[in-house]
T-cell receptor
């Protein structure tokens, strides 16, 4: 079974530039999550989708972050404009029905200069 | 998200000894308490989880205990091996998970 796919793995941008990350969850998983993991910290939930609807985006900085999952499969997370403090690994995860286990992707490491 | 406090932040143990990590939480409605292991540069992976209807769960050298009254749960690793060296995260929640800050475990050979 293929795992959660993310791209790009690494991205370096200057502040005020924009960046987009892509995630393809495990086939059949209805729930998709974007987490931000700053170095030395635990993952922090940014947004959670159930199919193509948003379940929770309470911790998403909506003035600069946006995410979509238009067809209920893959998802894109965008940051515009980026700030220095956005430097982190952006982890995508998915989970199936009636299971709490999250399956994480390898993550996209963002460095903002 | 709901607060999850995790201690210690770092833990160094001699190979063969036990390691214990403890987490406390504030949301009394939480029913699901997983533990994830993250090796350097890798993705977090679930190693064990427990639900609120049981007090303890064991899987080979790994066990988790839950005290809902005191709102804390712990990870126990016995007979530690070098491959146990990693960052361990506790988490709690139901439809969404809140993670602790992590414990860096180093197993000395």
């Amino acid at each position: 079974e293929a795992g959660v796919a993310q791209s790009p793995r690494y991205k370096i941008i200057e502040k005020r530039q924009s960046v987009a990350f892509w995630c393809n969850p495990i086939s059949g998983h209805a729930t998709l999550y974007w987490y931000q993991q700053i170095l030395g910290q635990g993952p922090k939930l940014l947004i959670q989708f159930q199919n193509n609807g948003v379940v929770d985006d309470s911790q998403l900085p909506k003035d600069r972050f946006s995410a979509e999952r238009l067809k209920g499969v893959d998802s894109t997370l965008k940051i515009q404009p980026a700030k220095l403090e956005d430097s982190a690994v952006y982890l995508c995860a998915s989970s199936g029905v009636n299971t709490g286990e999250l399956f994480f992707g390898e993550g996209s490491r963002l460095t903002v200069l | 998200g709901e607060n999850v406090e995790q201690h210690p932040s770092t833990l160094s143990v001699q190979e063969g000894d036990s390691a214990v990590i403890k987490c406390t939480y504030s949301d009394s409605a939480s029913n699901y308490f997983p533990w994830y292991k993250q090796e350097l540069g890798k993705r977090p992976q679930l190693i064990i989880d427990i639900r609120s209807n049981v007090g303890e769960k064991k899987d080979q050298r790994i066990a988790v205990t839950l005290n809902k009254t005191a709102k804390h749960f712990s990870l126990h690793i016995t007979e530690t091996q070098p491959e146990d060296s990693a960052v361990y995260f506790c988490a709690q929640g139901d439809y969404k998970l809140s993670f602790g800050a992590g414990t860096t475990v180093t197993v000395r050979a």
